[in-house]
């Protein structure tokens, strides 16, 4: 029987690899419900390609634009919040690929987890703001999270089969970004253009500059700790500028296991469409008679944010949505050029100061965290 799913973010860089999976194994899968949030012209190329039943924008204008094109006349148009949602507990989609990028992906992935939808996740700010509440509802609703994010990916295949008490530590690696090697004085002159050219993925413009400051990789100790259940004093970070191994575990009796293949996301993606099975995707094989695997330790010094969301991680409660929160307007505002690279971390740093930490549970309480966040940081924009 083909799979029915949900693709959230379909006209982003995960969301387009998704939509050519699905194209390539047709009687395995199809994509019933498509949702962008801008991007409506390349939407309406996905409704020509793959015939959804229900697409989503994110605006009633996006909605009206795309209803009167040829494509769409078939095909129920939703937009915004409550659209998302409906995408996302679709009664007859099977699976819900949650790619949207940053905390605008959360409800819809809470929506799917309530729903019941087994989840192929990307979007790792869901469960960095969220994680606690989010894993305990699908452990709640016996939902299966299948990890997206390639060092995630290798860490659940590292740990197949694996008894959880035999884990001694996660080794999540790091590409070390564009910046990786040089020196700290030139890092005020960085341009948004040097920090999106990633040296090994190919990516959306937010992750390519959490890479390039090494939040990704502070976000992806979040996630890596939620998704897992491992405390953070279990999460190491490697720098390895080959993007060849993407993650390791190590086990309480020494041994090491790592996942490793060529830098493509096809793979971490097919496998969290197909697991248990694997698809023949024809991917290059790692040249391991060419290569000389590199690792080394990473620089907290001269990329704090890693640091910080290390803290964050410590500390729990609201701090790591905080940090996320900050984190995104900080990026954003980099991309605009209103501030500086070095600026980045300085800003979120404000943010977490001027914010006093505590717990909640529930997620209304965690999204007013977030604006509250949002507000103090853009102050902190607008300052500098
Ligand atoms: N790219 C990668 O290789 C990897 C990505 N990830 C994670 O996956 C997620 C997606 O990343 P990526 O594909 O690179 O990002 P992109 O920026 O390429 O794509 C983002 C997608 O989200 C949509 N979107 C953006 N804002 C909104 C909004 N407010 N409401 C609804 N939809 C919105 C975009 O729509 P539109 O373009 O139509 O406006 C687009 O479809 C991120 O959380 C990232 O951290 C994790 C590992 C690897
Ligand atoms: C492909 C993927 O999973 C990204 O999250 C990747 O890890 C980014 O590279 P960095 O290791 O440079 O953050
Ligand atoms: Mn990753």
Redesign the pocket.
């Known amino acids: 029987m083909k799979k029915n799913i949900c693709v959230?973010?379909?006209?982003?860089?995960?969301?387009?690899?998704v939509v050519e999976i699905v194209q390539r194994f047709p009687d395995r899968y199809r994509t019933l419900v498509l949702?962008?949030?801008?991007?409506?012209s390349?939407?309406a190329e996905q409704i020509k390609r793959l015939e959804p039943e229900v697409v989503?924008?994110?605006t009633e204008a996006h909605a009206m634009q795309l209803m009167a094109m040829d494509c769409a006349r078939k095909v129920t148009v939703l937009f915004g919040e409550k659209g998302?949602e409906a995408a996302a507990t679709h009664p007859d989609v099977d699976m819900v690929v949650?790619?949207?990028?940053?905390a605008?992906?959360l409800l819809?992935t809470v929506a799917a987890v309530k729903a019941g939808k087994a989840l192929a996740l990307?979007?790792?700010?869901?469960l960095v703001m969220g994680g606690k509440l989010l894993m305990s509802l699908a452990r709640e609703k016996g939902v299966d999270i299948l990890p997206?994010?390639?060092e995630h990916s290798a860490i659940f295949q590292c740990l197949a089969g694996q008894r959880k008490k035999d884990v001694a530590k996660l080794l999540l690696t790091a590409s070390g970004g564009p910046f990786r090697t040089l020196d700290k004085k030139s890092f005020s002159t960085i341009r948004p253009e040097d920090a999106l050219a990633h040296p090994t993925?190919?990516?959306?413009?937010?992750?390519?500059i959490?890479s390039a400051t090494l939040m990704?990789k502070g976000?992806e100790v979040i996630e890596a700790m939620h998704l897992f259940s491992v405390p953070v004093e279990k999460i190491d970070v490697v720098v390895h500028p080959q993007s060849i191994v993407h993650s390791m575990v190590a086990f309480c009796d020494g041994s090491v296991m790592a996942q490793m293949g060529v830098p493509d996301?096809k793979g971490?993606i097919s496998l969290a469409l197909s697991w248990p099975e694997r698809l023949p995707l024809d991917l290059p094989l790692p040249d391991f008679s060419r290569m000389n695997l590199h690792m080394e330790k990473p620089d907290l010094e001269r990329f704090p944010c890693l640091r910080l969301a290390f803290e964050a991680a410590q500390e729990g409660g609201i701090f790591p949505a905080v940090l996320n929160a900050a984190n995104e307007v900080a990026v954003e505002a980099f991309l605009q050029s209103r501030v500086s690279f070095t600026e980045i971390p300085e800003l979120i740093t404000e943010t977490l100061l001027q914010t006093e930490n505590r717990f909640v549970d529930d997620m209304a309480e965690l999204i007013e965290a977030d604006a509250a966040a949002r507000v103090l940081a853009r102050s902190f924009v607008e300052r500098s």
């Open positions: 959230l973010g379909c006209t982003g860089s995960i969301g387009r690899n949702a962008a949030g801008d991007n409506v390349l939407l989503v924008v994110r998302y949650a790619a949207i990028v940053g605008a992906g819809p990307a979007n790792k700010e869901s997206v994010d390639s993925w190919s990516m959306g413009r937010k992750i390519s959490d990704n976000l996301m971490a």
